[in-house]
């Protein structure tokens, strides 16, 4: 039916330009509609070479679709996908209940029912168990559809069920959706390693790092390794409390597989939580994880009562360092994809609202350490912003790279209490990005 719609607007759109020479514009509408139909469920279900050079719409046709004629091909391309390969119906599991986890289970919840022909509606959510007033969480969860701890006044979707054995949760899942605070990956993949579907696939929302011999690791990676199986990552400009509310925003969704793109688009995408699917899945996911070390910076210039002028310039140089971080380690970033929602507005959202800059103000206003902080001010919740420094400070320091990321290397300092965070303003006002060429 959509793909019907977007040709039939594609098919007025192209008539109303007759006097233009096109080879579909003398077509009537029918034929028109049936060959536009044809372009669009050929060229993107069979991903053959052949298809696609047969049906690209020639340039100066596409050029006619208006912005919203464009997208709502694409939105045909994504939701007829399934449809049309007549795949089996996917089981989701989201591995994870905290802010995030559980505000990405209200828009899974919703979109599996709406998209029943390609996914189970149940999804079970594996929570770790904890007892609140006597009750588990896991009951509260399932009698009042509330995560009442980590994202009270928020209905989930009936269809998500707390389970409290990880392995129980994820037995029957085809779509692993990794949403946990980074620390607890590797004891996760370990209890389900060898129980899970042998060709299920993973999504990691996780920001951070894990540190290996020798080197870092996306957790991405991580996953992959530890269970065999192909793992995607969803980022983005995506505080949890505003996504829960419905208020507008984007997300990036990093695969290397293109047909797991489109079947996590159809996931996670919603009309306020708009998706865009990228093959840089590295730079995408380690932008995810960086950009909560520049948010640490960000609070500290505030706790130091800046401005935003000088936020503006940890924001700016952060990103610097980013780029240079990941072109060091993850080699083959495309600079395309610091665009996306999971680069430059991930940290612009992230430096201005997130828990991370939360914690750097702290770092200057108080004495307390980050352990101590974490307990104060996130009930339970963890910082990602010191164990990302963390790790990469170890990295840089092991690979006699510290100065190319001083800024990263400073909050590190600051997390740990070794460094004094007023020292930071002069860290700015030095920063190699400033040395003359
Ligand atoms: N909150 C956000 O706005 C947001 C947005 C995007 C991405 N993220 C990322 O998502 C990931 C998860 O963050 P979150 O906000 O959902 O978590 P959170 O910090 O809100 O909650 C902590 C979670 O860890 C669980 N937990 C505690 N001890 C555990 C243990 N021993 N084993 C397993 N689980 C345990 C808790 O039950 C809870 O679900 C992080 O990597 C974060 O950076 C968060």
Request: aromatic share 6%.
């Amino acid at each position: 039916m959509y793909v019907t719609v977007a040709a039939a607007a594609v098919g007025l759109l192209l008539q109303a330009t007759t006097k233009r020479r096109s080879r579909f514009a003398s077509l009537p509408n029918n034929v028109l509609v049936s060959r536009l139909k044809d372009i669009v469920c050929s060229s993107w279900v069979s991903g053959s070479s052949t298809s696609k050079s047969n049906y690209r719409l020639p340039c100066w046709e596409s050029r006619h679709l208006t912005t919203s004629a464009r997208r709502s091909f694409c939105l045909n391309r994504v939701h007829n996908y399934n449809n049309i390969a007549m795949a089996p119906k996917k089981r989701v599991c989201i591995i994870g209940s905290g802010n995030w986890g559980s505000a990405i289970a209200k828009i899974t919840g919703n979109n599996v029912r709406d998209r029943s022909n390609q996914f189970e509606s149940r999804i079970n959510m594996y929570v770790y168990e904890e007892v609140l007033d006597g009750k588990k969480l896991t009951e509260i969860i399932n009698t009042t559809h509330e995560n009442i701890k980590y994202l009270p006044g928020i209905k989930l979707p009936e269809n998500v069920v707390a389970v409290p054995d990880v392995v129980e949760a994820t037995a029957d899942a085809d779509i692993l959706v990794f949403v946990l605070p980074h620390q607890f990956v590797k004891g996760i993949c370990k209890s389900i390693k060898g129980k899970i579907k042998p060709d299920a696939f993973a999504v990691s929302l996780i920001k951070g790092f894990d540190t290996c011999e020798g080197g870092i690791k996306l957790l991405s990676d991580v996953i992959s390794e530890h269970l065999g199986i192909e793992c995607a990552v969803l980022m983005g400009a995506n505080l949890a409390h505003e996504v829960a509310s419905e208020a507008f925003c984007e997300s990036t969704i990093g695969a290397k597989n293109k047909e797991t793109g489109m079947v996590l688009k159809n996931l996670f995408d919603a009309d306020y939580f708009r998706c865009s699917v990228v093959s840089d899945a590295h730079t995408v996911e380690a932008c995810g994880a960086l950009k909560n070390v520049v948010a640490v910076g960000s609070g500290i210039t505030d706790g130091l009562n800046m401005g935003d002028n000088t936020k503006a310039a940890v924001l700016r140089l952060g990103m610097m360092e980013m780029i240079e971080f990941i072109d060091i380690f993850f080699k083959g970033a495309k600079l395309r994809t610091f665009f996306e929602s999971s680069g430059l507005a991930d940290l612009v959202a992230t430096c201005h609202g997130g828990r991370n800059r939360k914690l750097g103000e702290a770092l200057v206003k108080t004495n307390k350490t980050v352990p101590e902080l974490e307990k104060e001010i996130l009930n339970g919740q963890s910082f990602q912003g010191p164990p990302t420094a963390k790790e990469v400070y170890e990295i840089l320091k092991e690979k006699d790279m510290l100065d190319r990321c001083p800024m990263f290397v400073a909050v590190h300092h600051i997390c740990q209490r070794k460094m004094e965070p007023s020292k930071f303003i002069s860290l700015l006002k030095n920063h190699p990005e400033h040395k003359a060429n």
